[in-house]
Antibody, heavy 123, light 107 residues
Framework: QVQLQQWGAGLLKPSETLSLTCAVY????????WSWIRQPPGKGLEWIGE???????NYNPSLKSRVTISVDTSKNQFSLKLSSVTAADTAVYYC?????????????????WGKGTTVTVSS | DIQLTQSPSFLSASVGDRVTITCRAS??????LAWYQQKPGKAPKLLIY???TLQSGVPSRFSGSGSGTEFTLTISSLQPEDFATYYC?????????FGQGTKLEIK
């Protein structure tokens, strides 16, 4: 059974860089894309971006200028960096696996999630 | 970006009720839609993908339907553990947007 374990700094000052890592245990790493998703307090979910084992990435255009997602296949880990953070970046950050089903075409979904990391940006 | 609008945003219902949540997309997304359940302090849980396919292990009282721009999530007989917030997500195109959520509360 696949499990995601995530960690990273929980308190940042404005203008600093957010850095989180997610480790994948118990399943295939190379067959999937791996995502980051965030949720501000009391609000909805926002997809940040994704990466696969070969380092191919896709980002949310609204965050693209500040986001870098990287992968370490030797450790089955992927990481998120978000630069120049502000209070608006305060959120719970989740890592997740993008599962897929092929039935004449590919259907995707987020089927495995980490427990979330609370990140607060405050001076 | 494709916008998803869920209705209602809040829903009050009783155990045993049948409830339906609607998700409307700003443009056609075929069947590239998933539904999630989220409880306070927890990560979302996948319920439905490809608009109508039940994720393994999810009770059969949950069902999804729709294609194009209008989708529904139905819970046929509410159980106490179903009171939560529900989100739809489109996976037709980046940036994989979510609906704003529907909070299902006990009446």
């Amino acid at each position: 059974q696949v499990q995601l374990q995530q960690w990273g700094a929980g308190l940042l000052k404005p203008s600093e860089t957010l850095s989180l890592t997610c480790a994948v245990y118990g399943g295939s790493f190379s067959g999937y894309y791996w995502s980051w998703i965030r949720q501000p307090p009391g609000k909805g979910l926002e997809w940040i971006g994704e990466i696969n084992h070969s380092g191919s990435t896709n980002y949310n255009p609204s965050l693209k200028s500040r986001v870098t997602i990287s992968v370490d296949t030797s450790k089955n880990q992927f990481s998120l960096k978000l630069s120049s953070v502000t209070a608006a970046d305060t959120a719970v950050y989740y890592c997740a696996r993008k599962g897929w089903l092929f039935s004449s075409r590919y259907y995707y979904y987020m089927d495995v999630w980490g427990k979330g990391t609370t990140v607060t940006v405050s001076s | 970006d494709i916008q998803l609008t869920q209705s209602p945003s809040f829903l009050s219902a009783s155990v045993g009720d049948r409830v339906t949540i609607t998700c409307r997309a700003s443009q056609g997304i075929s069947s590239y839609l998933a539904w999630y359940q989220q409880k306070p302090g927890k990560a979302p849980k996948l319920l439905i993908y490809a608009a109508s396919t039940l994720q393994s292990g999810v009770p059969s009282r949950f069902s999804g339907s729709g294609s194009g721009t209008e989708f529904t999530l139905t819970i046929s007989s509410l159980q106490p553990e179903d009171f939560a917030t529900y989100y739809c997500q489109q996976l037709n195109s980046y940036s994989y947007t979510f609906g704003q959520g529907t909070k299902l509360e006990i009446k």
